[in-house]
T-cell receptor
Framework: DQQVKQNSPSLSVQEGRISILNCDYT??????FLWYKKYPAEGPTFLIS?????DKNEDGRFTVFLNKSAKHLSLHIVPSQPGDSAVYFC??????????????FGKGTHLIIQP | ETGVTQTPRHLVMGMTNKKSLKCEQH?????MYWYKQSAKKPLELMFV???????ENNSVPSRFSPECPNSSHLFLHLHTLQPEDSALYLC???????????????FGPGTRLTVT
């Protein structure tokens, strides 16, 4: 049973427009959420994160929104650029207090930025 | 070398072979992780090490044996694997976290393993 779901396997957006990637989760214990970006033949690269005590976090062109009641988060990229074409993974964690916890990932969304 | 490195990048092994995957992090982190990504599946956590101590084993079969001799190195020893173990194996490291500081995990490029 998947605890983190990215229901869109792919998304195509025109350059300069806004890209919105969505993620849903089922485990209400998750308290920390991250977005990773992955190019072919490379490992995932951290993009942005958000703690469950916040509902928004912004870093340059990237903004993550968290709706805890709906168990939903989204990543907004604006404006979208060709270099943003990659697979984006949503990940979540339950911070147990031990100092290191594994992440639960979604299957990813392949974002394609059209020129 | 910078970041998280993994060797080899590609590995083909028979079901009776014994091989090891190596991961090294140059970030001064204290936690290291093994993940597996099979085709059309999300990344799945396998093991967590915090300050060289294994803190999580996510129900991984005993044919996968991790080793963490120090905070910078992590190994995954493989023996008598099955074809369904063919996957991308990713190593990650992080600083860990406390009540104030959040963390992120930094990933290596992965080892593409094929079991024949």
């Amino acid at each position: 049973d998947q605890q983190v779901k990215q229901n869109s396997p792919s998304l195509s957006v025109q350059e300069g427009r806004i890209s919105i990637l969505n993620c849903d989760y089922t485990n209400s214990m998750f308290d920390y959420f991250l977005w990773y970006k992955k190019y072919p033949a490379e490992g995932p690269t951290f993009l942005i994160s958000i703690s469950s005590i916040k509902d928004k976090n912004e870093d340059g062109r990237f903004t993550v929104f968290l709706n805890k009641s709906a168990k939903h988060l989204s990543l907004h990229i604006v404006p979208s650029q060709p270099g943003d074409s990659a697979v984006y993974f949503c990940a979540a964690s339950v911070r147990s207090g031990g100092g290191a916890d594994g992440l639960t990932f979604g299957k990813g969304t392949h974002l394609i930025i059209q020129p | 070398e910078t970041g998280v490195t993994q060797t080899p990048r590609h590995l083909v092994m028979g079901m009776t072979n014994k091989k090891s995957l190596k991961c090294e992090q140059h970030l001064g982190h204290n936690a290291m992780y093994w993940y597996k990504q099979s085709a059309k599946k999300p990344l799945e956590l396998m093991f967590v090490y915090n300050f060289k101590e294994q803190t999580e084993n996510n129900s991984v079969p005993s044919r996968f044996s991790p080793e963490c001799p120090n905070s910078s190195h992590l190994f995954l020893h493989l023996h008598t694997l099955q074809p369904e173990d063919s996957a991308l194996y990713l190593c990650a490291s992080s600083q860990g976290y406390d009540d104030v500081i959040s963390y992120e995990q930094y990933f290596g490029p992965g080892t593409r393993l094929t079991v024949t």
